[in-house]
Each structure stands twice: as C-alpha cells, then as structure tokens.
C-alpha cells in the first residue's frame, strides 16, 4: 500500500483534517525521508514553486531523486519556467477549444485550475487538456482576446498558500477527487513488484491489439510480478503513478500516443514503443532513406513532391504501371493507392500531396501474402503471413463503412526463410531494441522490406496462435529485464 503525503512550506497554513493524508512541511521530508521500508510513497507538491532552486523546486527533486512519485515532477517546472515553451505548449491546448462564455476583457482572464478541474463549467475541458500538459496540484492560467480570439498569456504554478479563502473549499474538493479516483485508488490484494500501465483506446476501431489480447498480456505481467492497469487517453497526467507504459493504441506522431510515449521516457518509465521508434516508424521517407543507406533490400522506390507533367514523365521513366502510392505516415492501409495509368497517377498524386508534402512512389509487387515477422530487443518473437483481403491487392480493404482483410498463417520462427528472417532483423536494429513488425514480400529467392511498424499487431488467435500465452510472457519478462537493469 502506497504513502501519501502532501507538502506544505509550513504546517501552520494547513488547518484542515482530510482523512488518510498526511499532511508534512518541507523541512521534515528534507530531514525524516525516506522511511526505511516504505516502499511506494507518492508526493504532492503544495509549496512555493516559482523559483528555481527554491523549497519548492527541491522538494520535487528530492522525491525523484528518492523514488517517490512527485507531482508536479520537475519536468513540469522547468516547461513552467520557461514561458515561451509554456505559451506553445498552453496555446496547442487552446486551439482544440472551439467556443467559450468567457467576457472579453482588456486585461484579460484569469482563472485558477485545481488537480485539473476549474469553478467554471465552460473552463472544464481546457482545465482538463492543461492539466495533463502541466501537472501541477495549481496551476493560474490568464487568457486574452484579440482579433485571433483567445490566446494565453501565461500559466504558472501556484502554491497552496497563495490560495483566498474562497478558494480553499473547491481546492480541497479537488484534492479529495483526484487522490481517491486516481492516486489512492483501490488495488488488488496481491502486491505488485512493479506497476504497468497499458494504453488502449476504447473508441479505436482498428486497434492493434483485441480485448482478449489484452486480458493475456494483463496475466503474463501478474505472473512477471507488475501490478497492472489499463488506461486510457484520458490518464495523461496519471504517468508518473507507473514505473513502466505499454502502449497498445495505434501510434501517430502528431497525437496522444507520441506524447504518452515521450512523458513515459521523460519520467523514467520503461516504455514500448518508445518515442524514438515512433517517429522513425511512423514515417515511410525515414525508412526508405534509413533501408537505402544501409542496404536492406526495398522494392524501387522514389519521393515525390509534385504532380505536374515533368514529375509524371520522371515517373513513368523509372516505373511501369500499376505505381504504389503512399503518405509517408500509413497504417492498416489507409493512404495507401494504386495508379493504374497516367491520369490516374496524376489524380492521386494530387489527392495525396493536399495531405503530405512528400509522397512515396513504389513498384507494385504482386504476392499472395505478406511476412510479417514480429521483432523484440532485435530477437524473433512471432511470425505470421497475412493474406491479401478478397479481391483485393492490400491485406485490408477499405470502403462503404466496411474494413475487410484476409485470413493468416502463423509459423513458427524457425521455419521462416533465413533471407526473410535476415532481412527483418537488419531492419529492425535500424530503429533501436523496441517491439516491431516488420512487413516484407517475398518473390522466389528475393524479399523486399516494406515497412518497419512500431506498436504491431498482437491479437489473440493470430500473432499468438503458434506460442499461445507465452508471446505475452516473452514481452513482459523483457520489461522486466530492463526495469531489473535500472535497479527499480
């Protein structure tokens, strides 16, 4: 069972009795902590933080540095120290909030978020998204009007202390809300060595791994000694609870998972995939360049930027028709063409640059199926061949609200061809010691590597069907490894 404690700069500001929090000064957890045997201790940071090296900023140190889980951590104060980084950060935030009731005013508005929640209603999604970008017990947050509509102006943290009379009520709600729905939530009876988190999506409709996928990988990591959680988008702020994130929700740049991953790697948690693997695998033009440089076999391949006629004529020398086309950052197929003829590869090309600055023309290399060797810490893990979907020259087939795909084949590892096997394993250790499917075609003695995918397909029934439930043991004792070689 984990301790909380909440820090205060002097005990003679706190005049409140919440139950199973205990409530310390600064100076006493710089002088009687760590307590010997108290294993899991989590920390809120009440205390001034608006200067570096002040109480404040060590306290969120000093429990780092212990083990404790601090919130705010003090990645969080440095970003709040620098305002011009924070205004970036706070302004993406802003630009998802559509409408607001807010009064425009010459000096702006001011307003205070507590443990991610705000007094006002209309405020609450924006509270929410600050919070997980910033978590920080308070944070004050000033927001002004101009032509633009609103921007912010400044976000800071703020210690209890500074709180009004009027405040402290809502704070303490807040306070009481977040510790026993988040941090202070129930666990099971049997303690974990370590805690994981799994990230899913419930609203995916394509998501990489299904919920009895999910159940098998939540048994393997008990038996591994983690005390498991599943999360969702919404437990952002939640990271720095867990020592190490799997994360089982199509990857993107440009989306929570990226950040999830990179808050993870920043907290110190170990994470698959890691930040690095998404963003090398997330982007086809990476890969293609990375396979060239280093000789991993690729079908023909050219980057494309235009469509007009001398970006055609280009084309047609190098290719003959069908021409593969696709947006460096794909997945299940999506964004991925066919041109069958010039006007056609003008279309698409046209259609596709609206979304990519840089597209990715391929020769089309018919086979009944693809490999897809799945790859973990540069080790073969699984191996499967998917089936082109019926009718169809891709493994999915998108249209009319409907996702179709073809049947598999799962293999054990040693019965793939070594030049399959080589190949994928080149590819892999091009983008680090990760979990990775690698996809890649095969003609007679030749193979080509399409893609190296981040976050691959691990379904019950498909990429486990050969090794049943020890695929899942296999990824959760290297999660262990590496958390054994931390010394956590």
Request: with cysteine; glycine share 6%; charged share 25%.
């Amino acid at each position: 069972m984990s301790q909380l404690y909440l820090v205060v700069d002097d005990l003679a500001q706190w005049q409140h009795e919440i139950q199973g929090q205990a409530v310390i000064s600064f100076d006493s957890y710089l002088s009687e902590h760590p307590i010997k045997g108290q294993k899991k201790t989590r920390i809120i940071n009440l205390c001034n933080t608006d200067r570096y090296l002040s109480k404040g900023y060590y306290c969120s140190l000093l429990a780092e540095a212990r083990g404790h889980k601090v919130l705010p951590p003090v990645n969080t104060l440095t970003d709040l120290a620098s305002q011009q980084l924070t205004l970036v950060i706070a302004s993406e935030v802003l630009a998802d909030i559509k409408k607001s009731d807010l009064t425009r005013t010459e000096e702006g508005h001011s307003f205070r978020v507590y443990f991610g929640r705000s007094s006002l209603p209309q405020l609450k999604q924006l509270s929410r998204r600050l919070f997980e970008r910033f978590p920080c017990p308070i944070l004050e947050v000033v927001l002004a009007h101009n032509e633009d509509g609103w921007q912010v102006r400044s976000v800071k943290a703020i210690a209890y202390a500074e709180l009004g009379e009027t405040e402290i009520p809502f704070f303490l709600e807040a306070l009481s809300v977040f510790t026993q729905s988040q941090w202070l939530r129930k666990r099971s009876s049997r303690a974990g060595r370590w805690d994981m988190a799994i990230l899913v999506n419930p609203a995916e409709q394509l998501p990489p791994s299904d919920s009895s996928a999910i159940k098998r990988m939540k048994r393997a990591a008990e038996k591994i000694g983690f005390e498991v959680e599943i999360i969702g988008p919404q437990d952002y702020a939640r990271l720095n609870e867990f020592d190490a994130l799997f994360i089982r929700e199509t990857t993107a740049i440009d989306h929570h998972t990226y950040r999830f991953a990179r808050k993870a790697e920043i907290e110190g948690l170990v994470v698959i995939d890691d930040p690095t693997s998404i963003l090398r695998c997330c982007n086809k033009v990476f890969l293609q360049d990375a396979f060239s440089y280093s000789g991993v076999p690729t079908p023909l391949t050219r980057i494309v930027s235009a469509c007009d006629d001398a970006a055609l004529d280009e084309l047609e020398q190098v290719f003959t028709y069908p021409v593969v086309l696709k947006i460096p950052n794909s997945a299940f197929s999506v964004g991925v063409m066919k041109a069958e003829n010039r006007q056609m590869l003008h279309d698409m090309l046209q259609d596709l640059l609206t979304r990519s600055a840089l597209i990715l023309a391929q020769e089309y290399l018919y086979t009944e199926y693809d490999w897809r060797i799945g790859v973990l810490n540069n080790r073969p893990l699984f191996a499967c061949r998917y089936f082109m979907a019926k009718g169809h020259w891709q493994i999915y087939k998108h249209g009319e609200g409907r996702i179709g795909s073809g049947g598999w084949e799962t293999l054990p590892t040693y019965e793939v061809p070594k030049s399959v096997l080589d190949a994928a394993l080149k590819s892999a250790r091009l983008i680090g010691d990760g979990l990775y499917g690698i996809d890649i075609k095969q003609q007679g003695n030749k193979v080509y590597v399409i893609e190296v995918n981040d976050n691959p397909s691990l379904e019950h029934g498909v990429e486990d069907q050969f090794i049943g439930d020890e695929l899942y043991m296999q990824i959760m004792a290297e999660f262990a490894r590496r958390l054994e070689n931390r010394g956590r």
